[in-house]
């Protein structure tokens, strides 16, 4: 069974920093490309940053570049999302994913964890 637990959201100011986990298994997560999305209330789900299986290939949403970066550690099943210079805009739950056509043109499966909560307010 395919399972993500996002974890790391938290109540922060504009300028600060988060670091989003997310723990994968039920698949061999080193052999995939995965991702983190976002939902802003009221929005549908997007696309923030992918990476590829190998870790060597990154693509970030136009909102988010320069201020976020996405990692992963493939034996232990793990892939991270380092938000610095955090905006109201920012706000929303954040879900990892797995998925296919590597980073560049990533495309996610129909799998997704409970998320976690971000909020950026002053």
């Known amino acids: 069974q395919i399972q993500f637990v996002e974890s790391g959201g938290a109540l922060v100011q504009p300028g600060d920093s988060l670091r989003l986990s997310c723990v994968a298994s039920?698949?061999?997560?080193?052999?995939?490309?995965m991702g983190w999305h976002r939902q802003a209330p009221g929005k549908e789900r997007e696309l923030v940053a992918a990476?590829?299986?190998?870790?060597?290939?990154?693509k970030y949403a136009d909102a988010v570049k320069g201020r976020f970066t996405i990692s992963r550690i493939n034996g232990e099943n793990k892939v991270y999302l380092q938000m610095n210079s955090l905006e109201v805009e920012d706000t929303g739950v954040y879900y990892c994913s797995q998925g296919r056509r590597g980073a560049q043109y990533y495309t996610p499966y129909d799998h997704w964890g409970q998320g976690t909560q971000v909020t950026v307010s002053s």
């Open positions: 990476i590829s299986a190998s870790g060597e290939s990154t």
């Open positions: 039920g698949f061999t997560s080193s052999a995939t490309a």
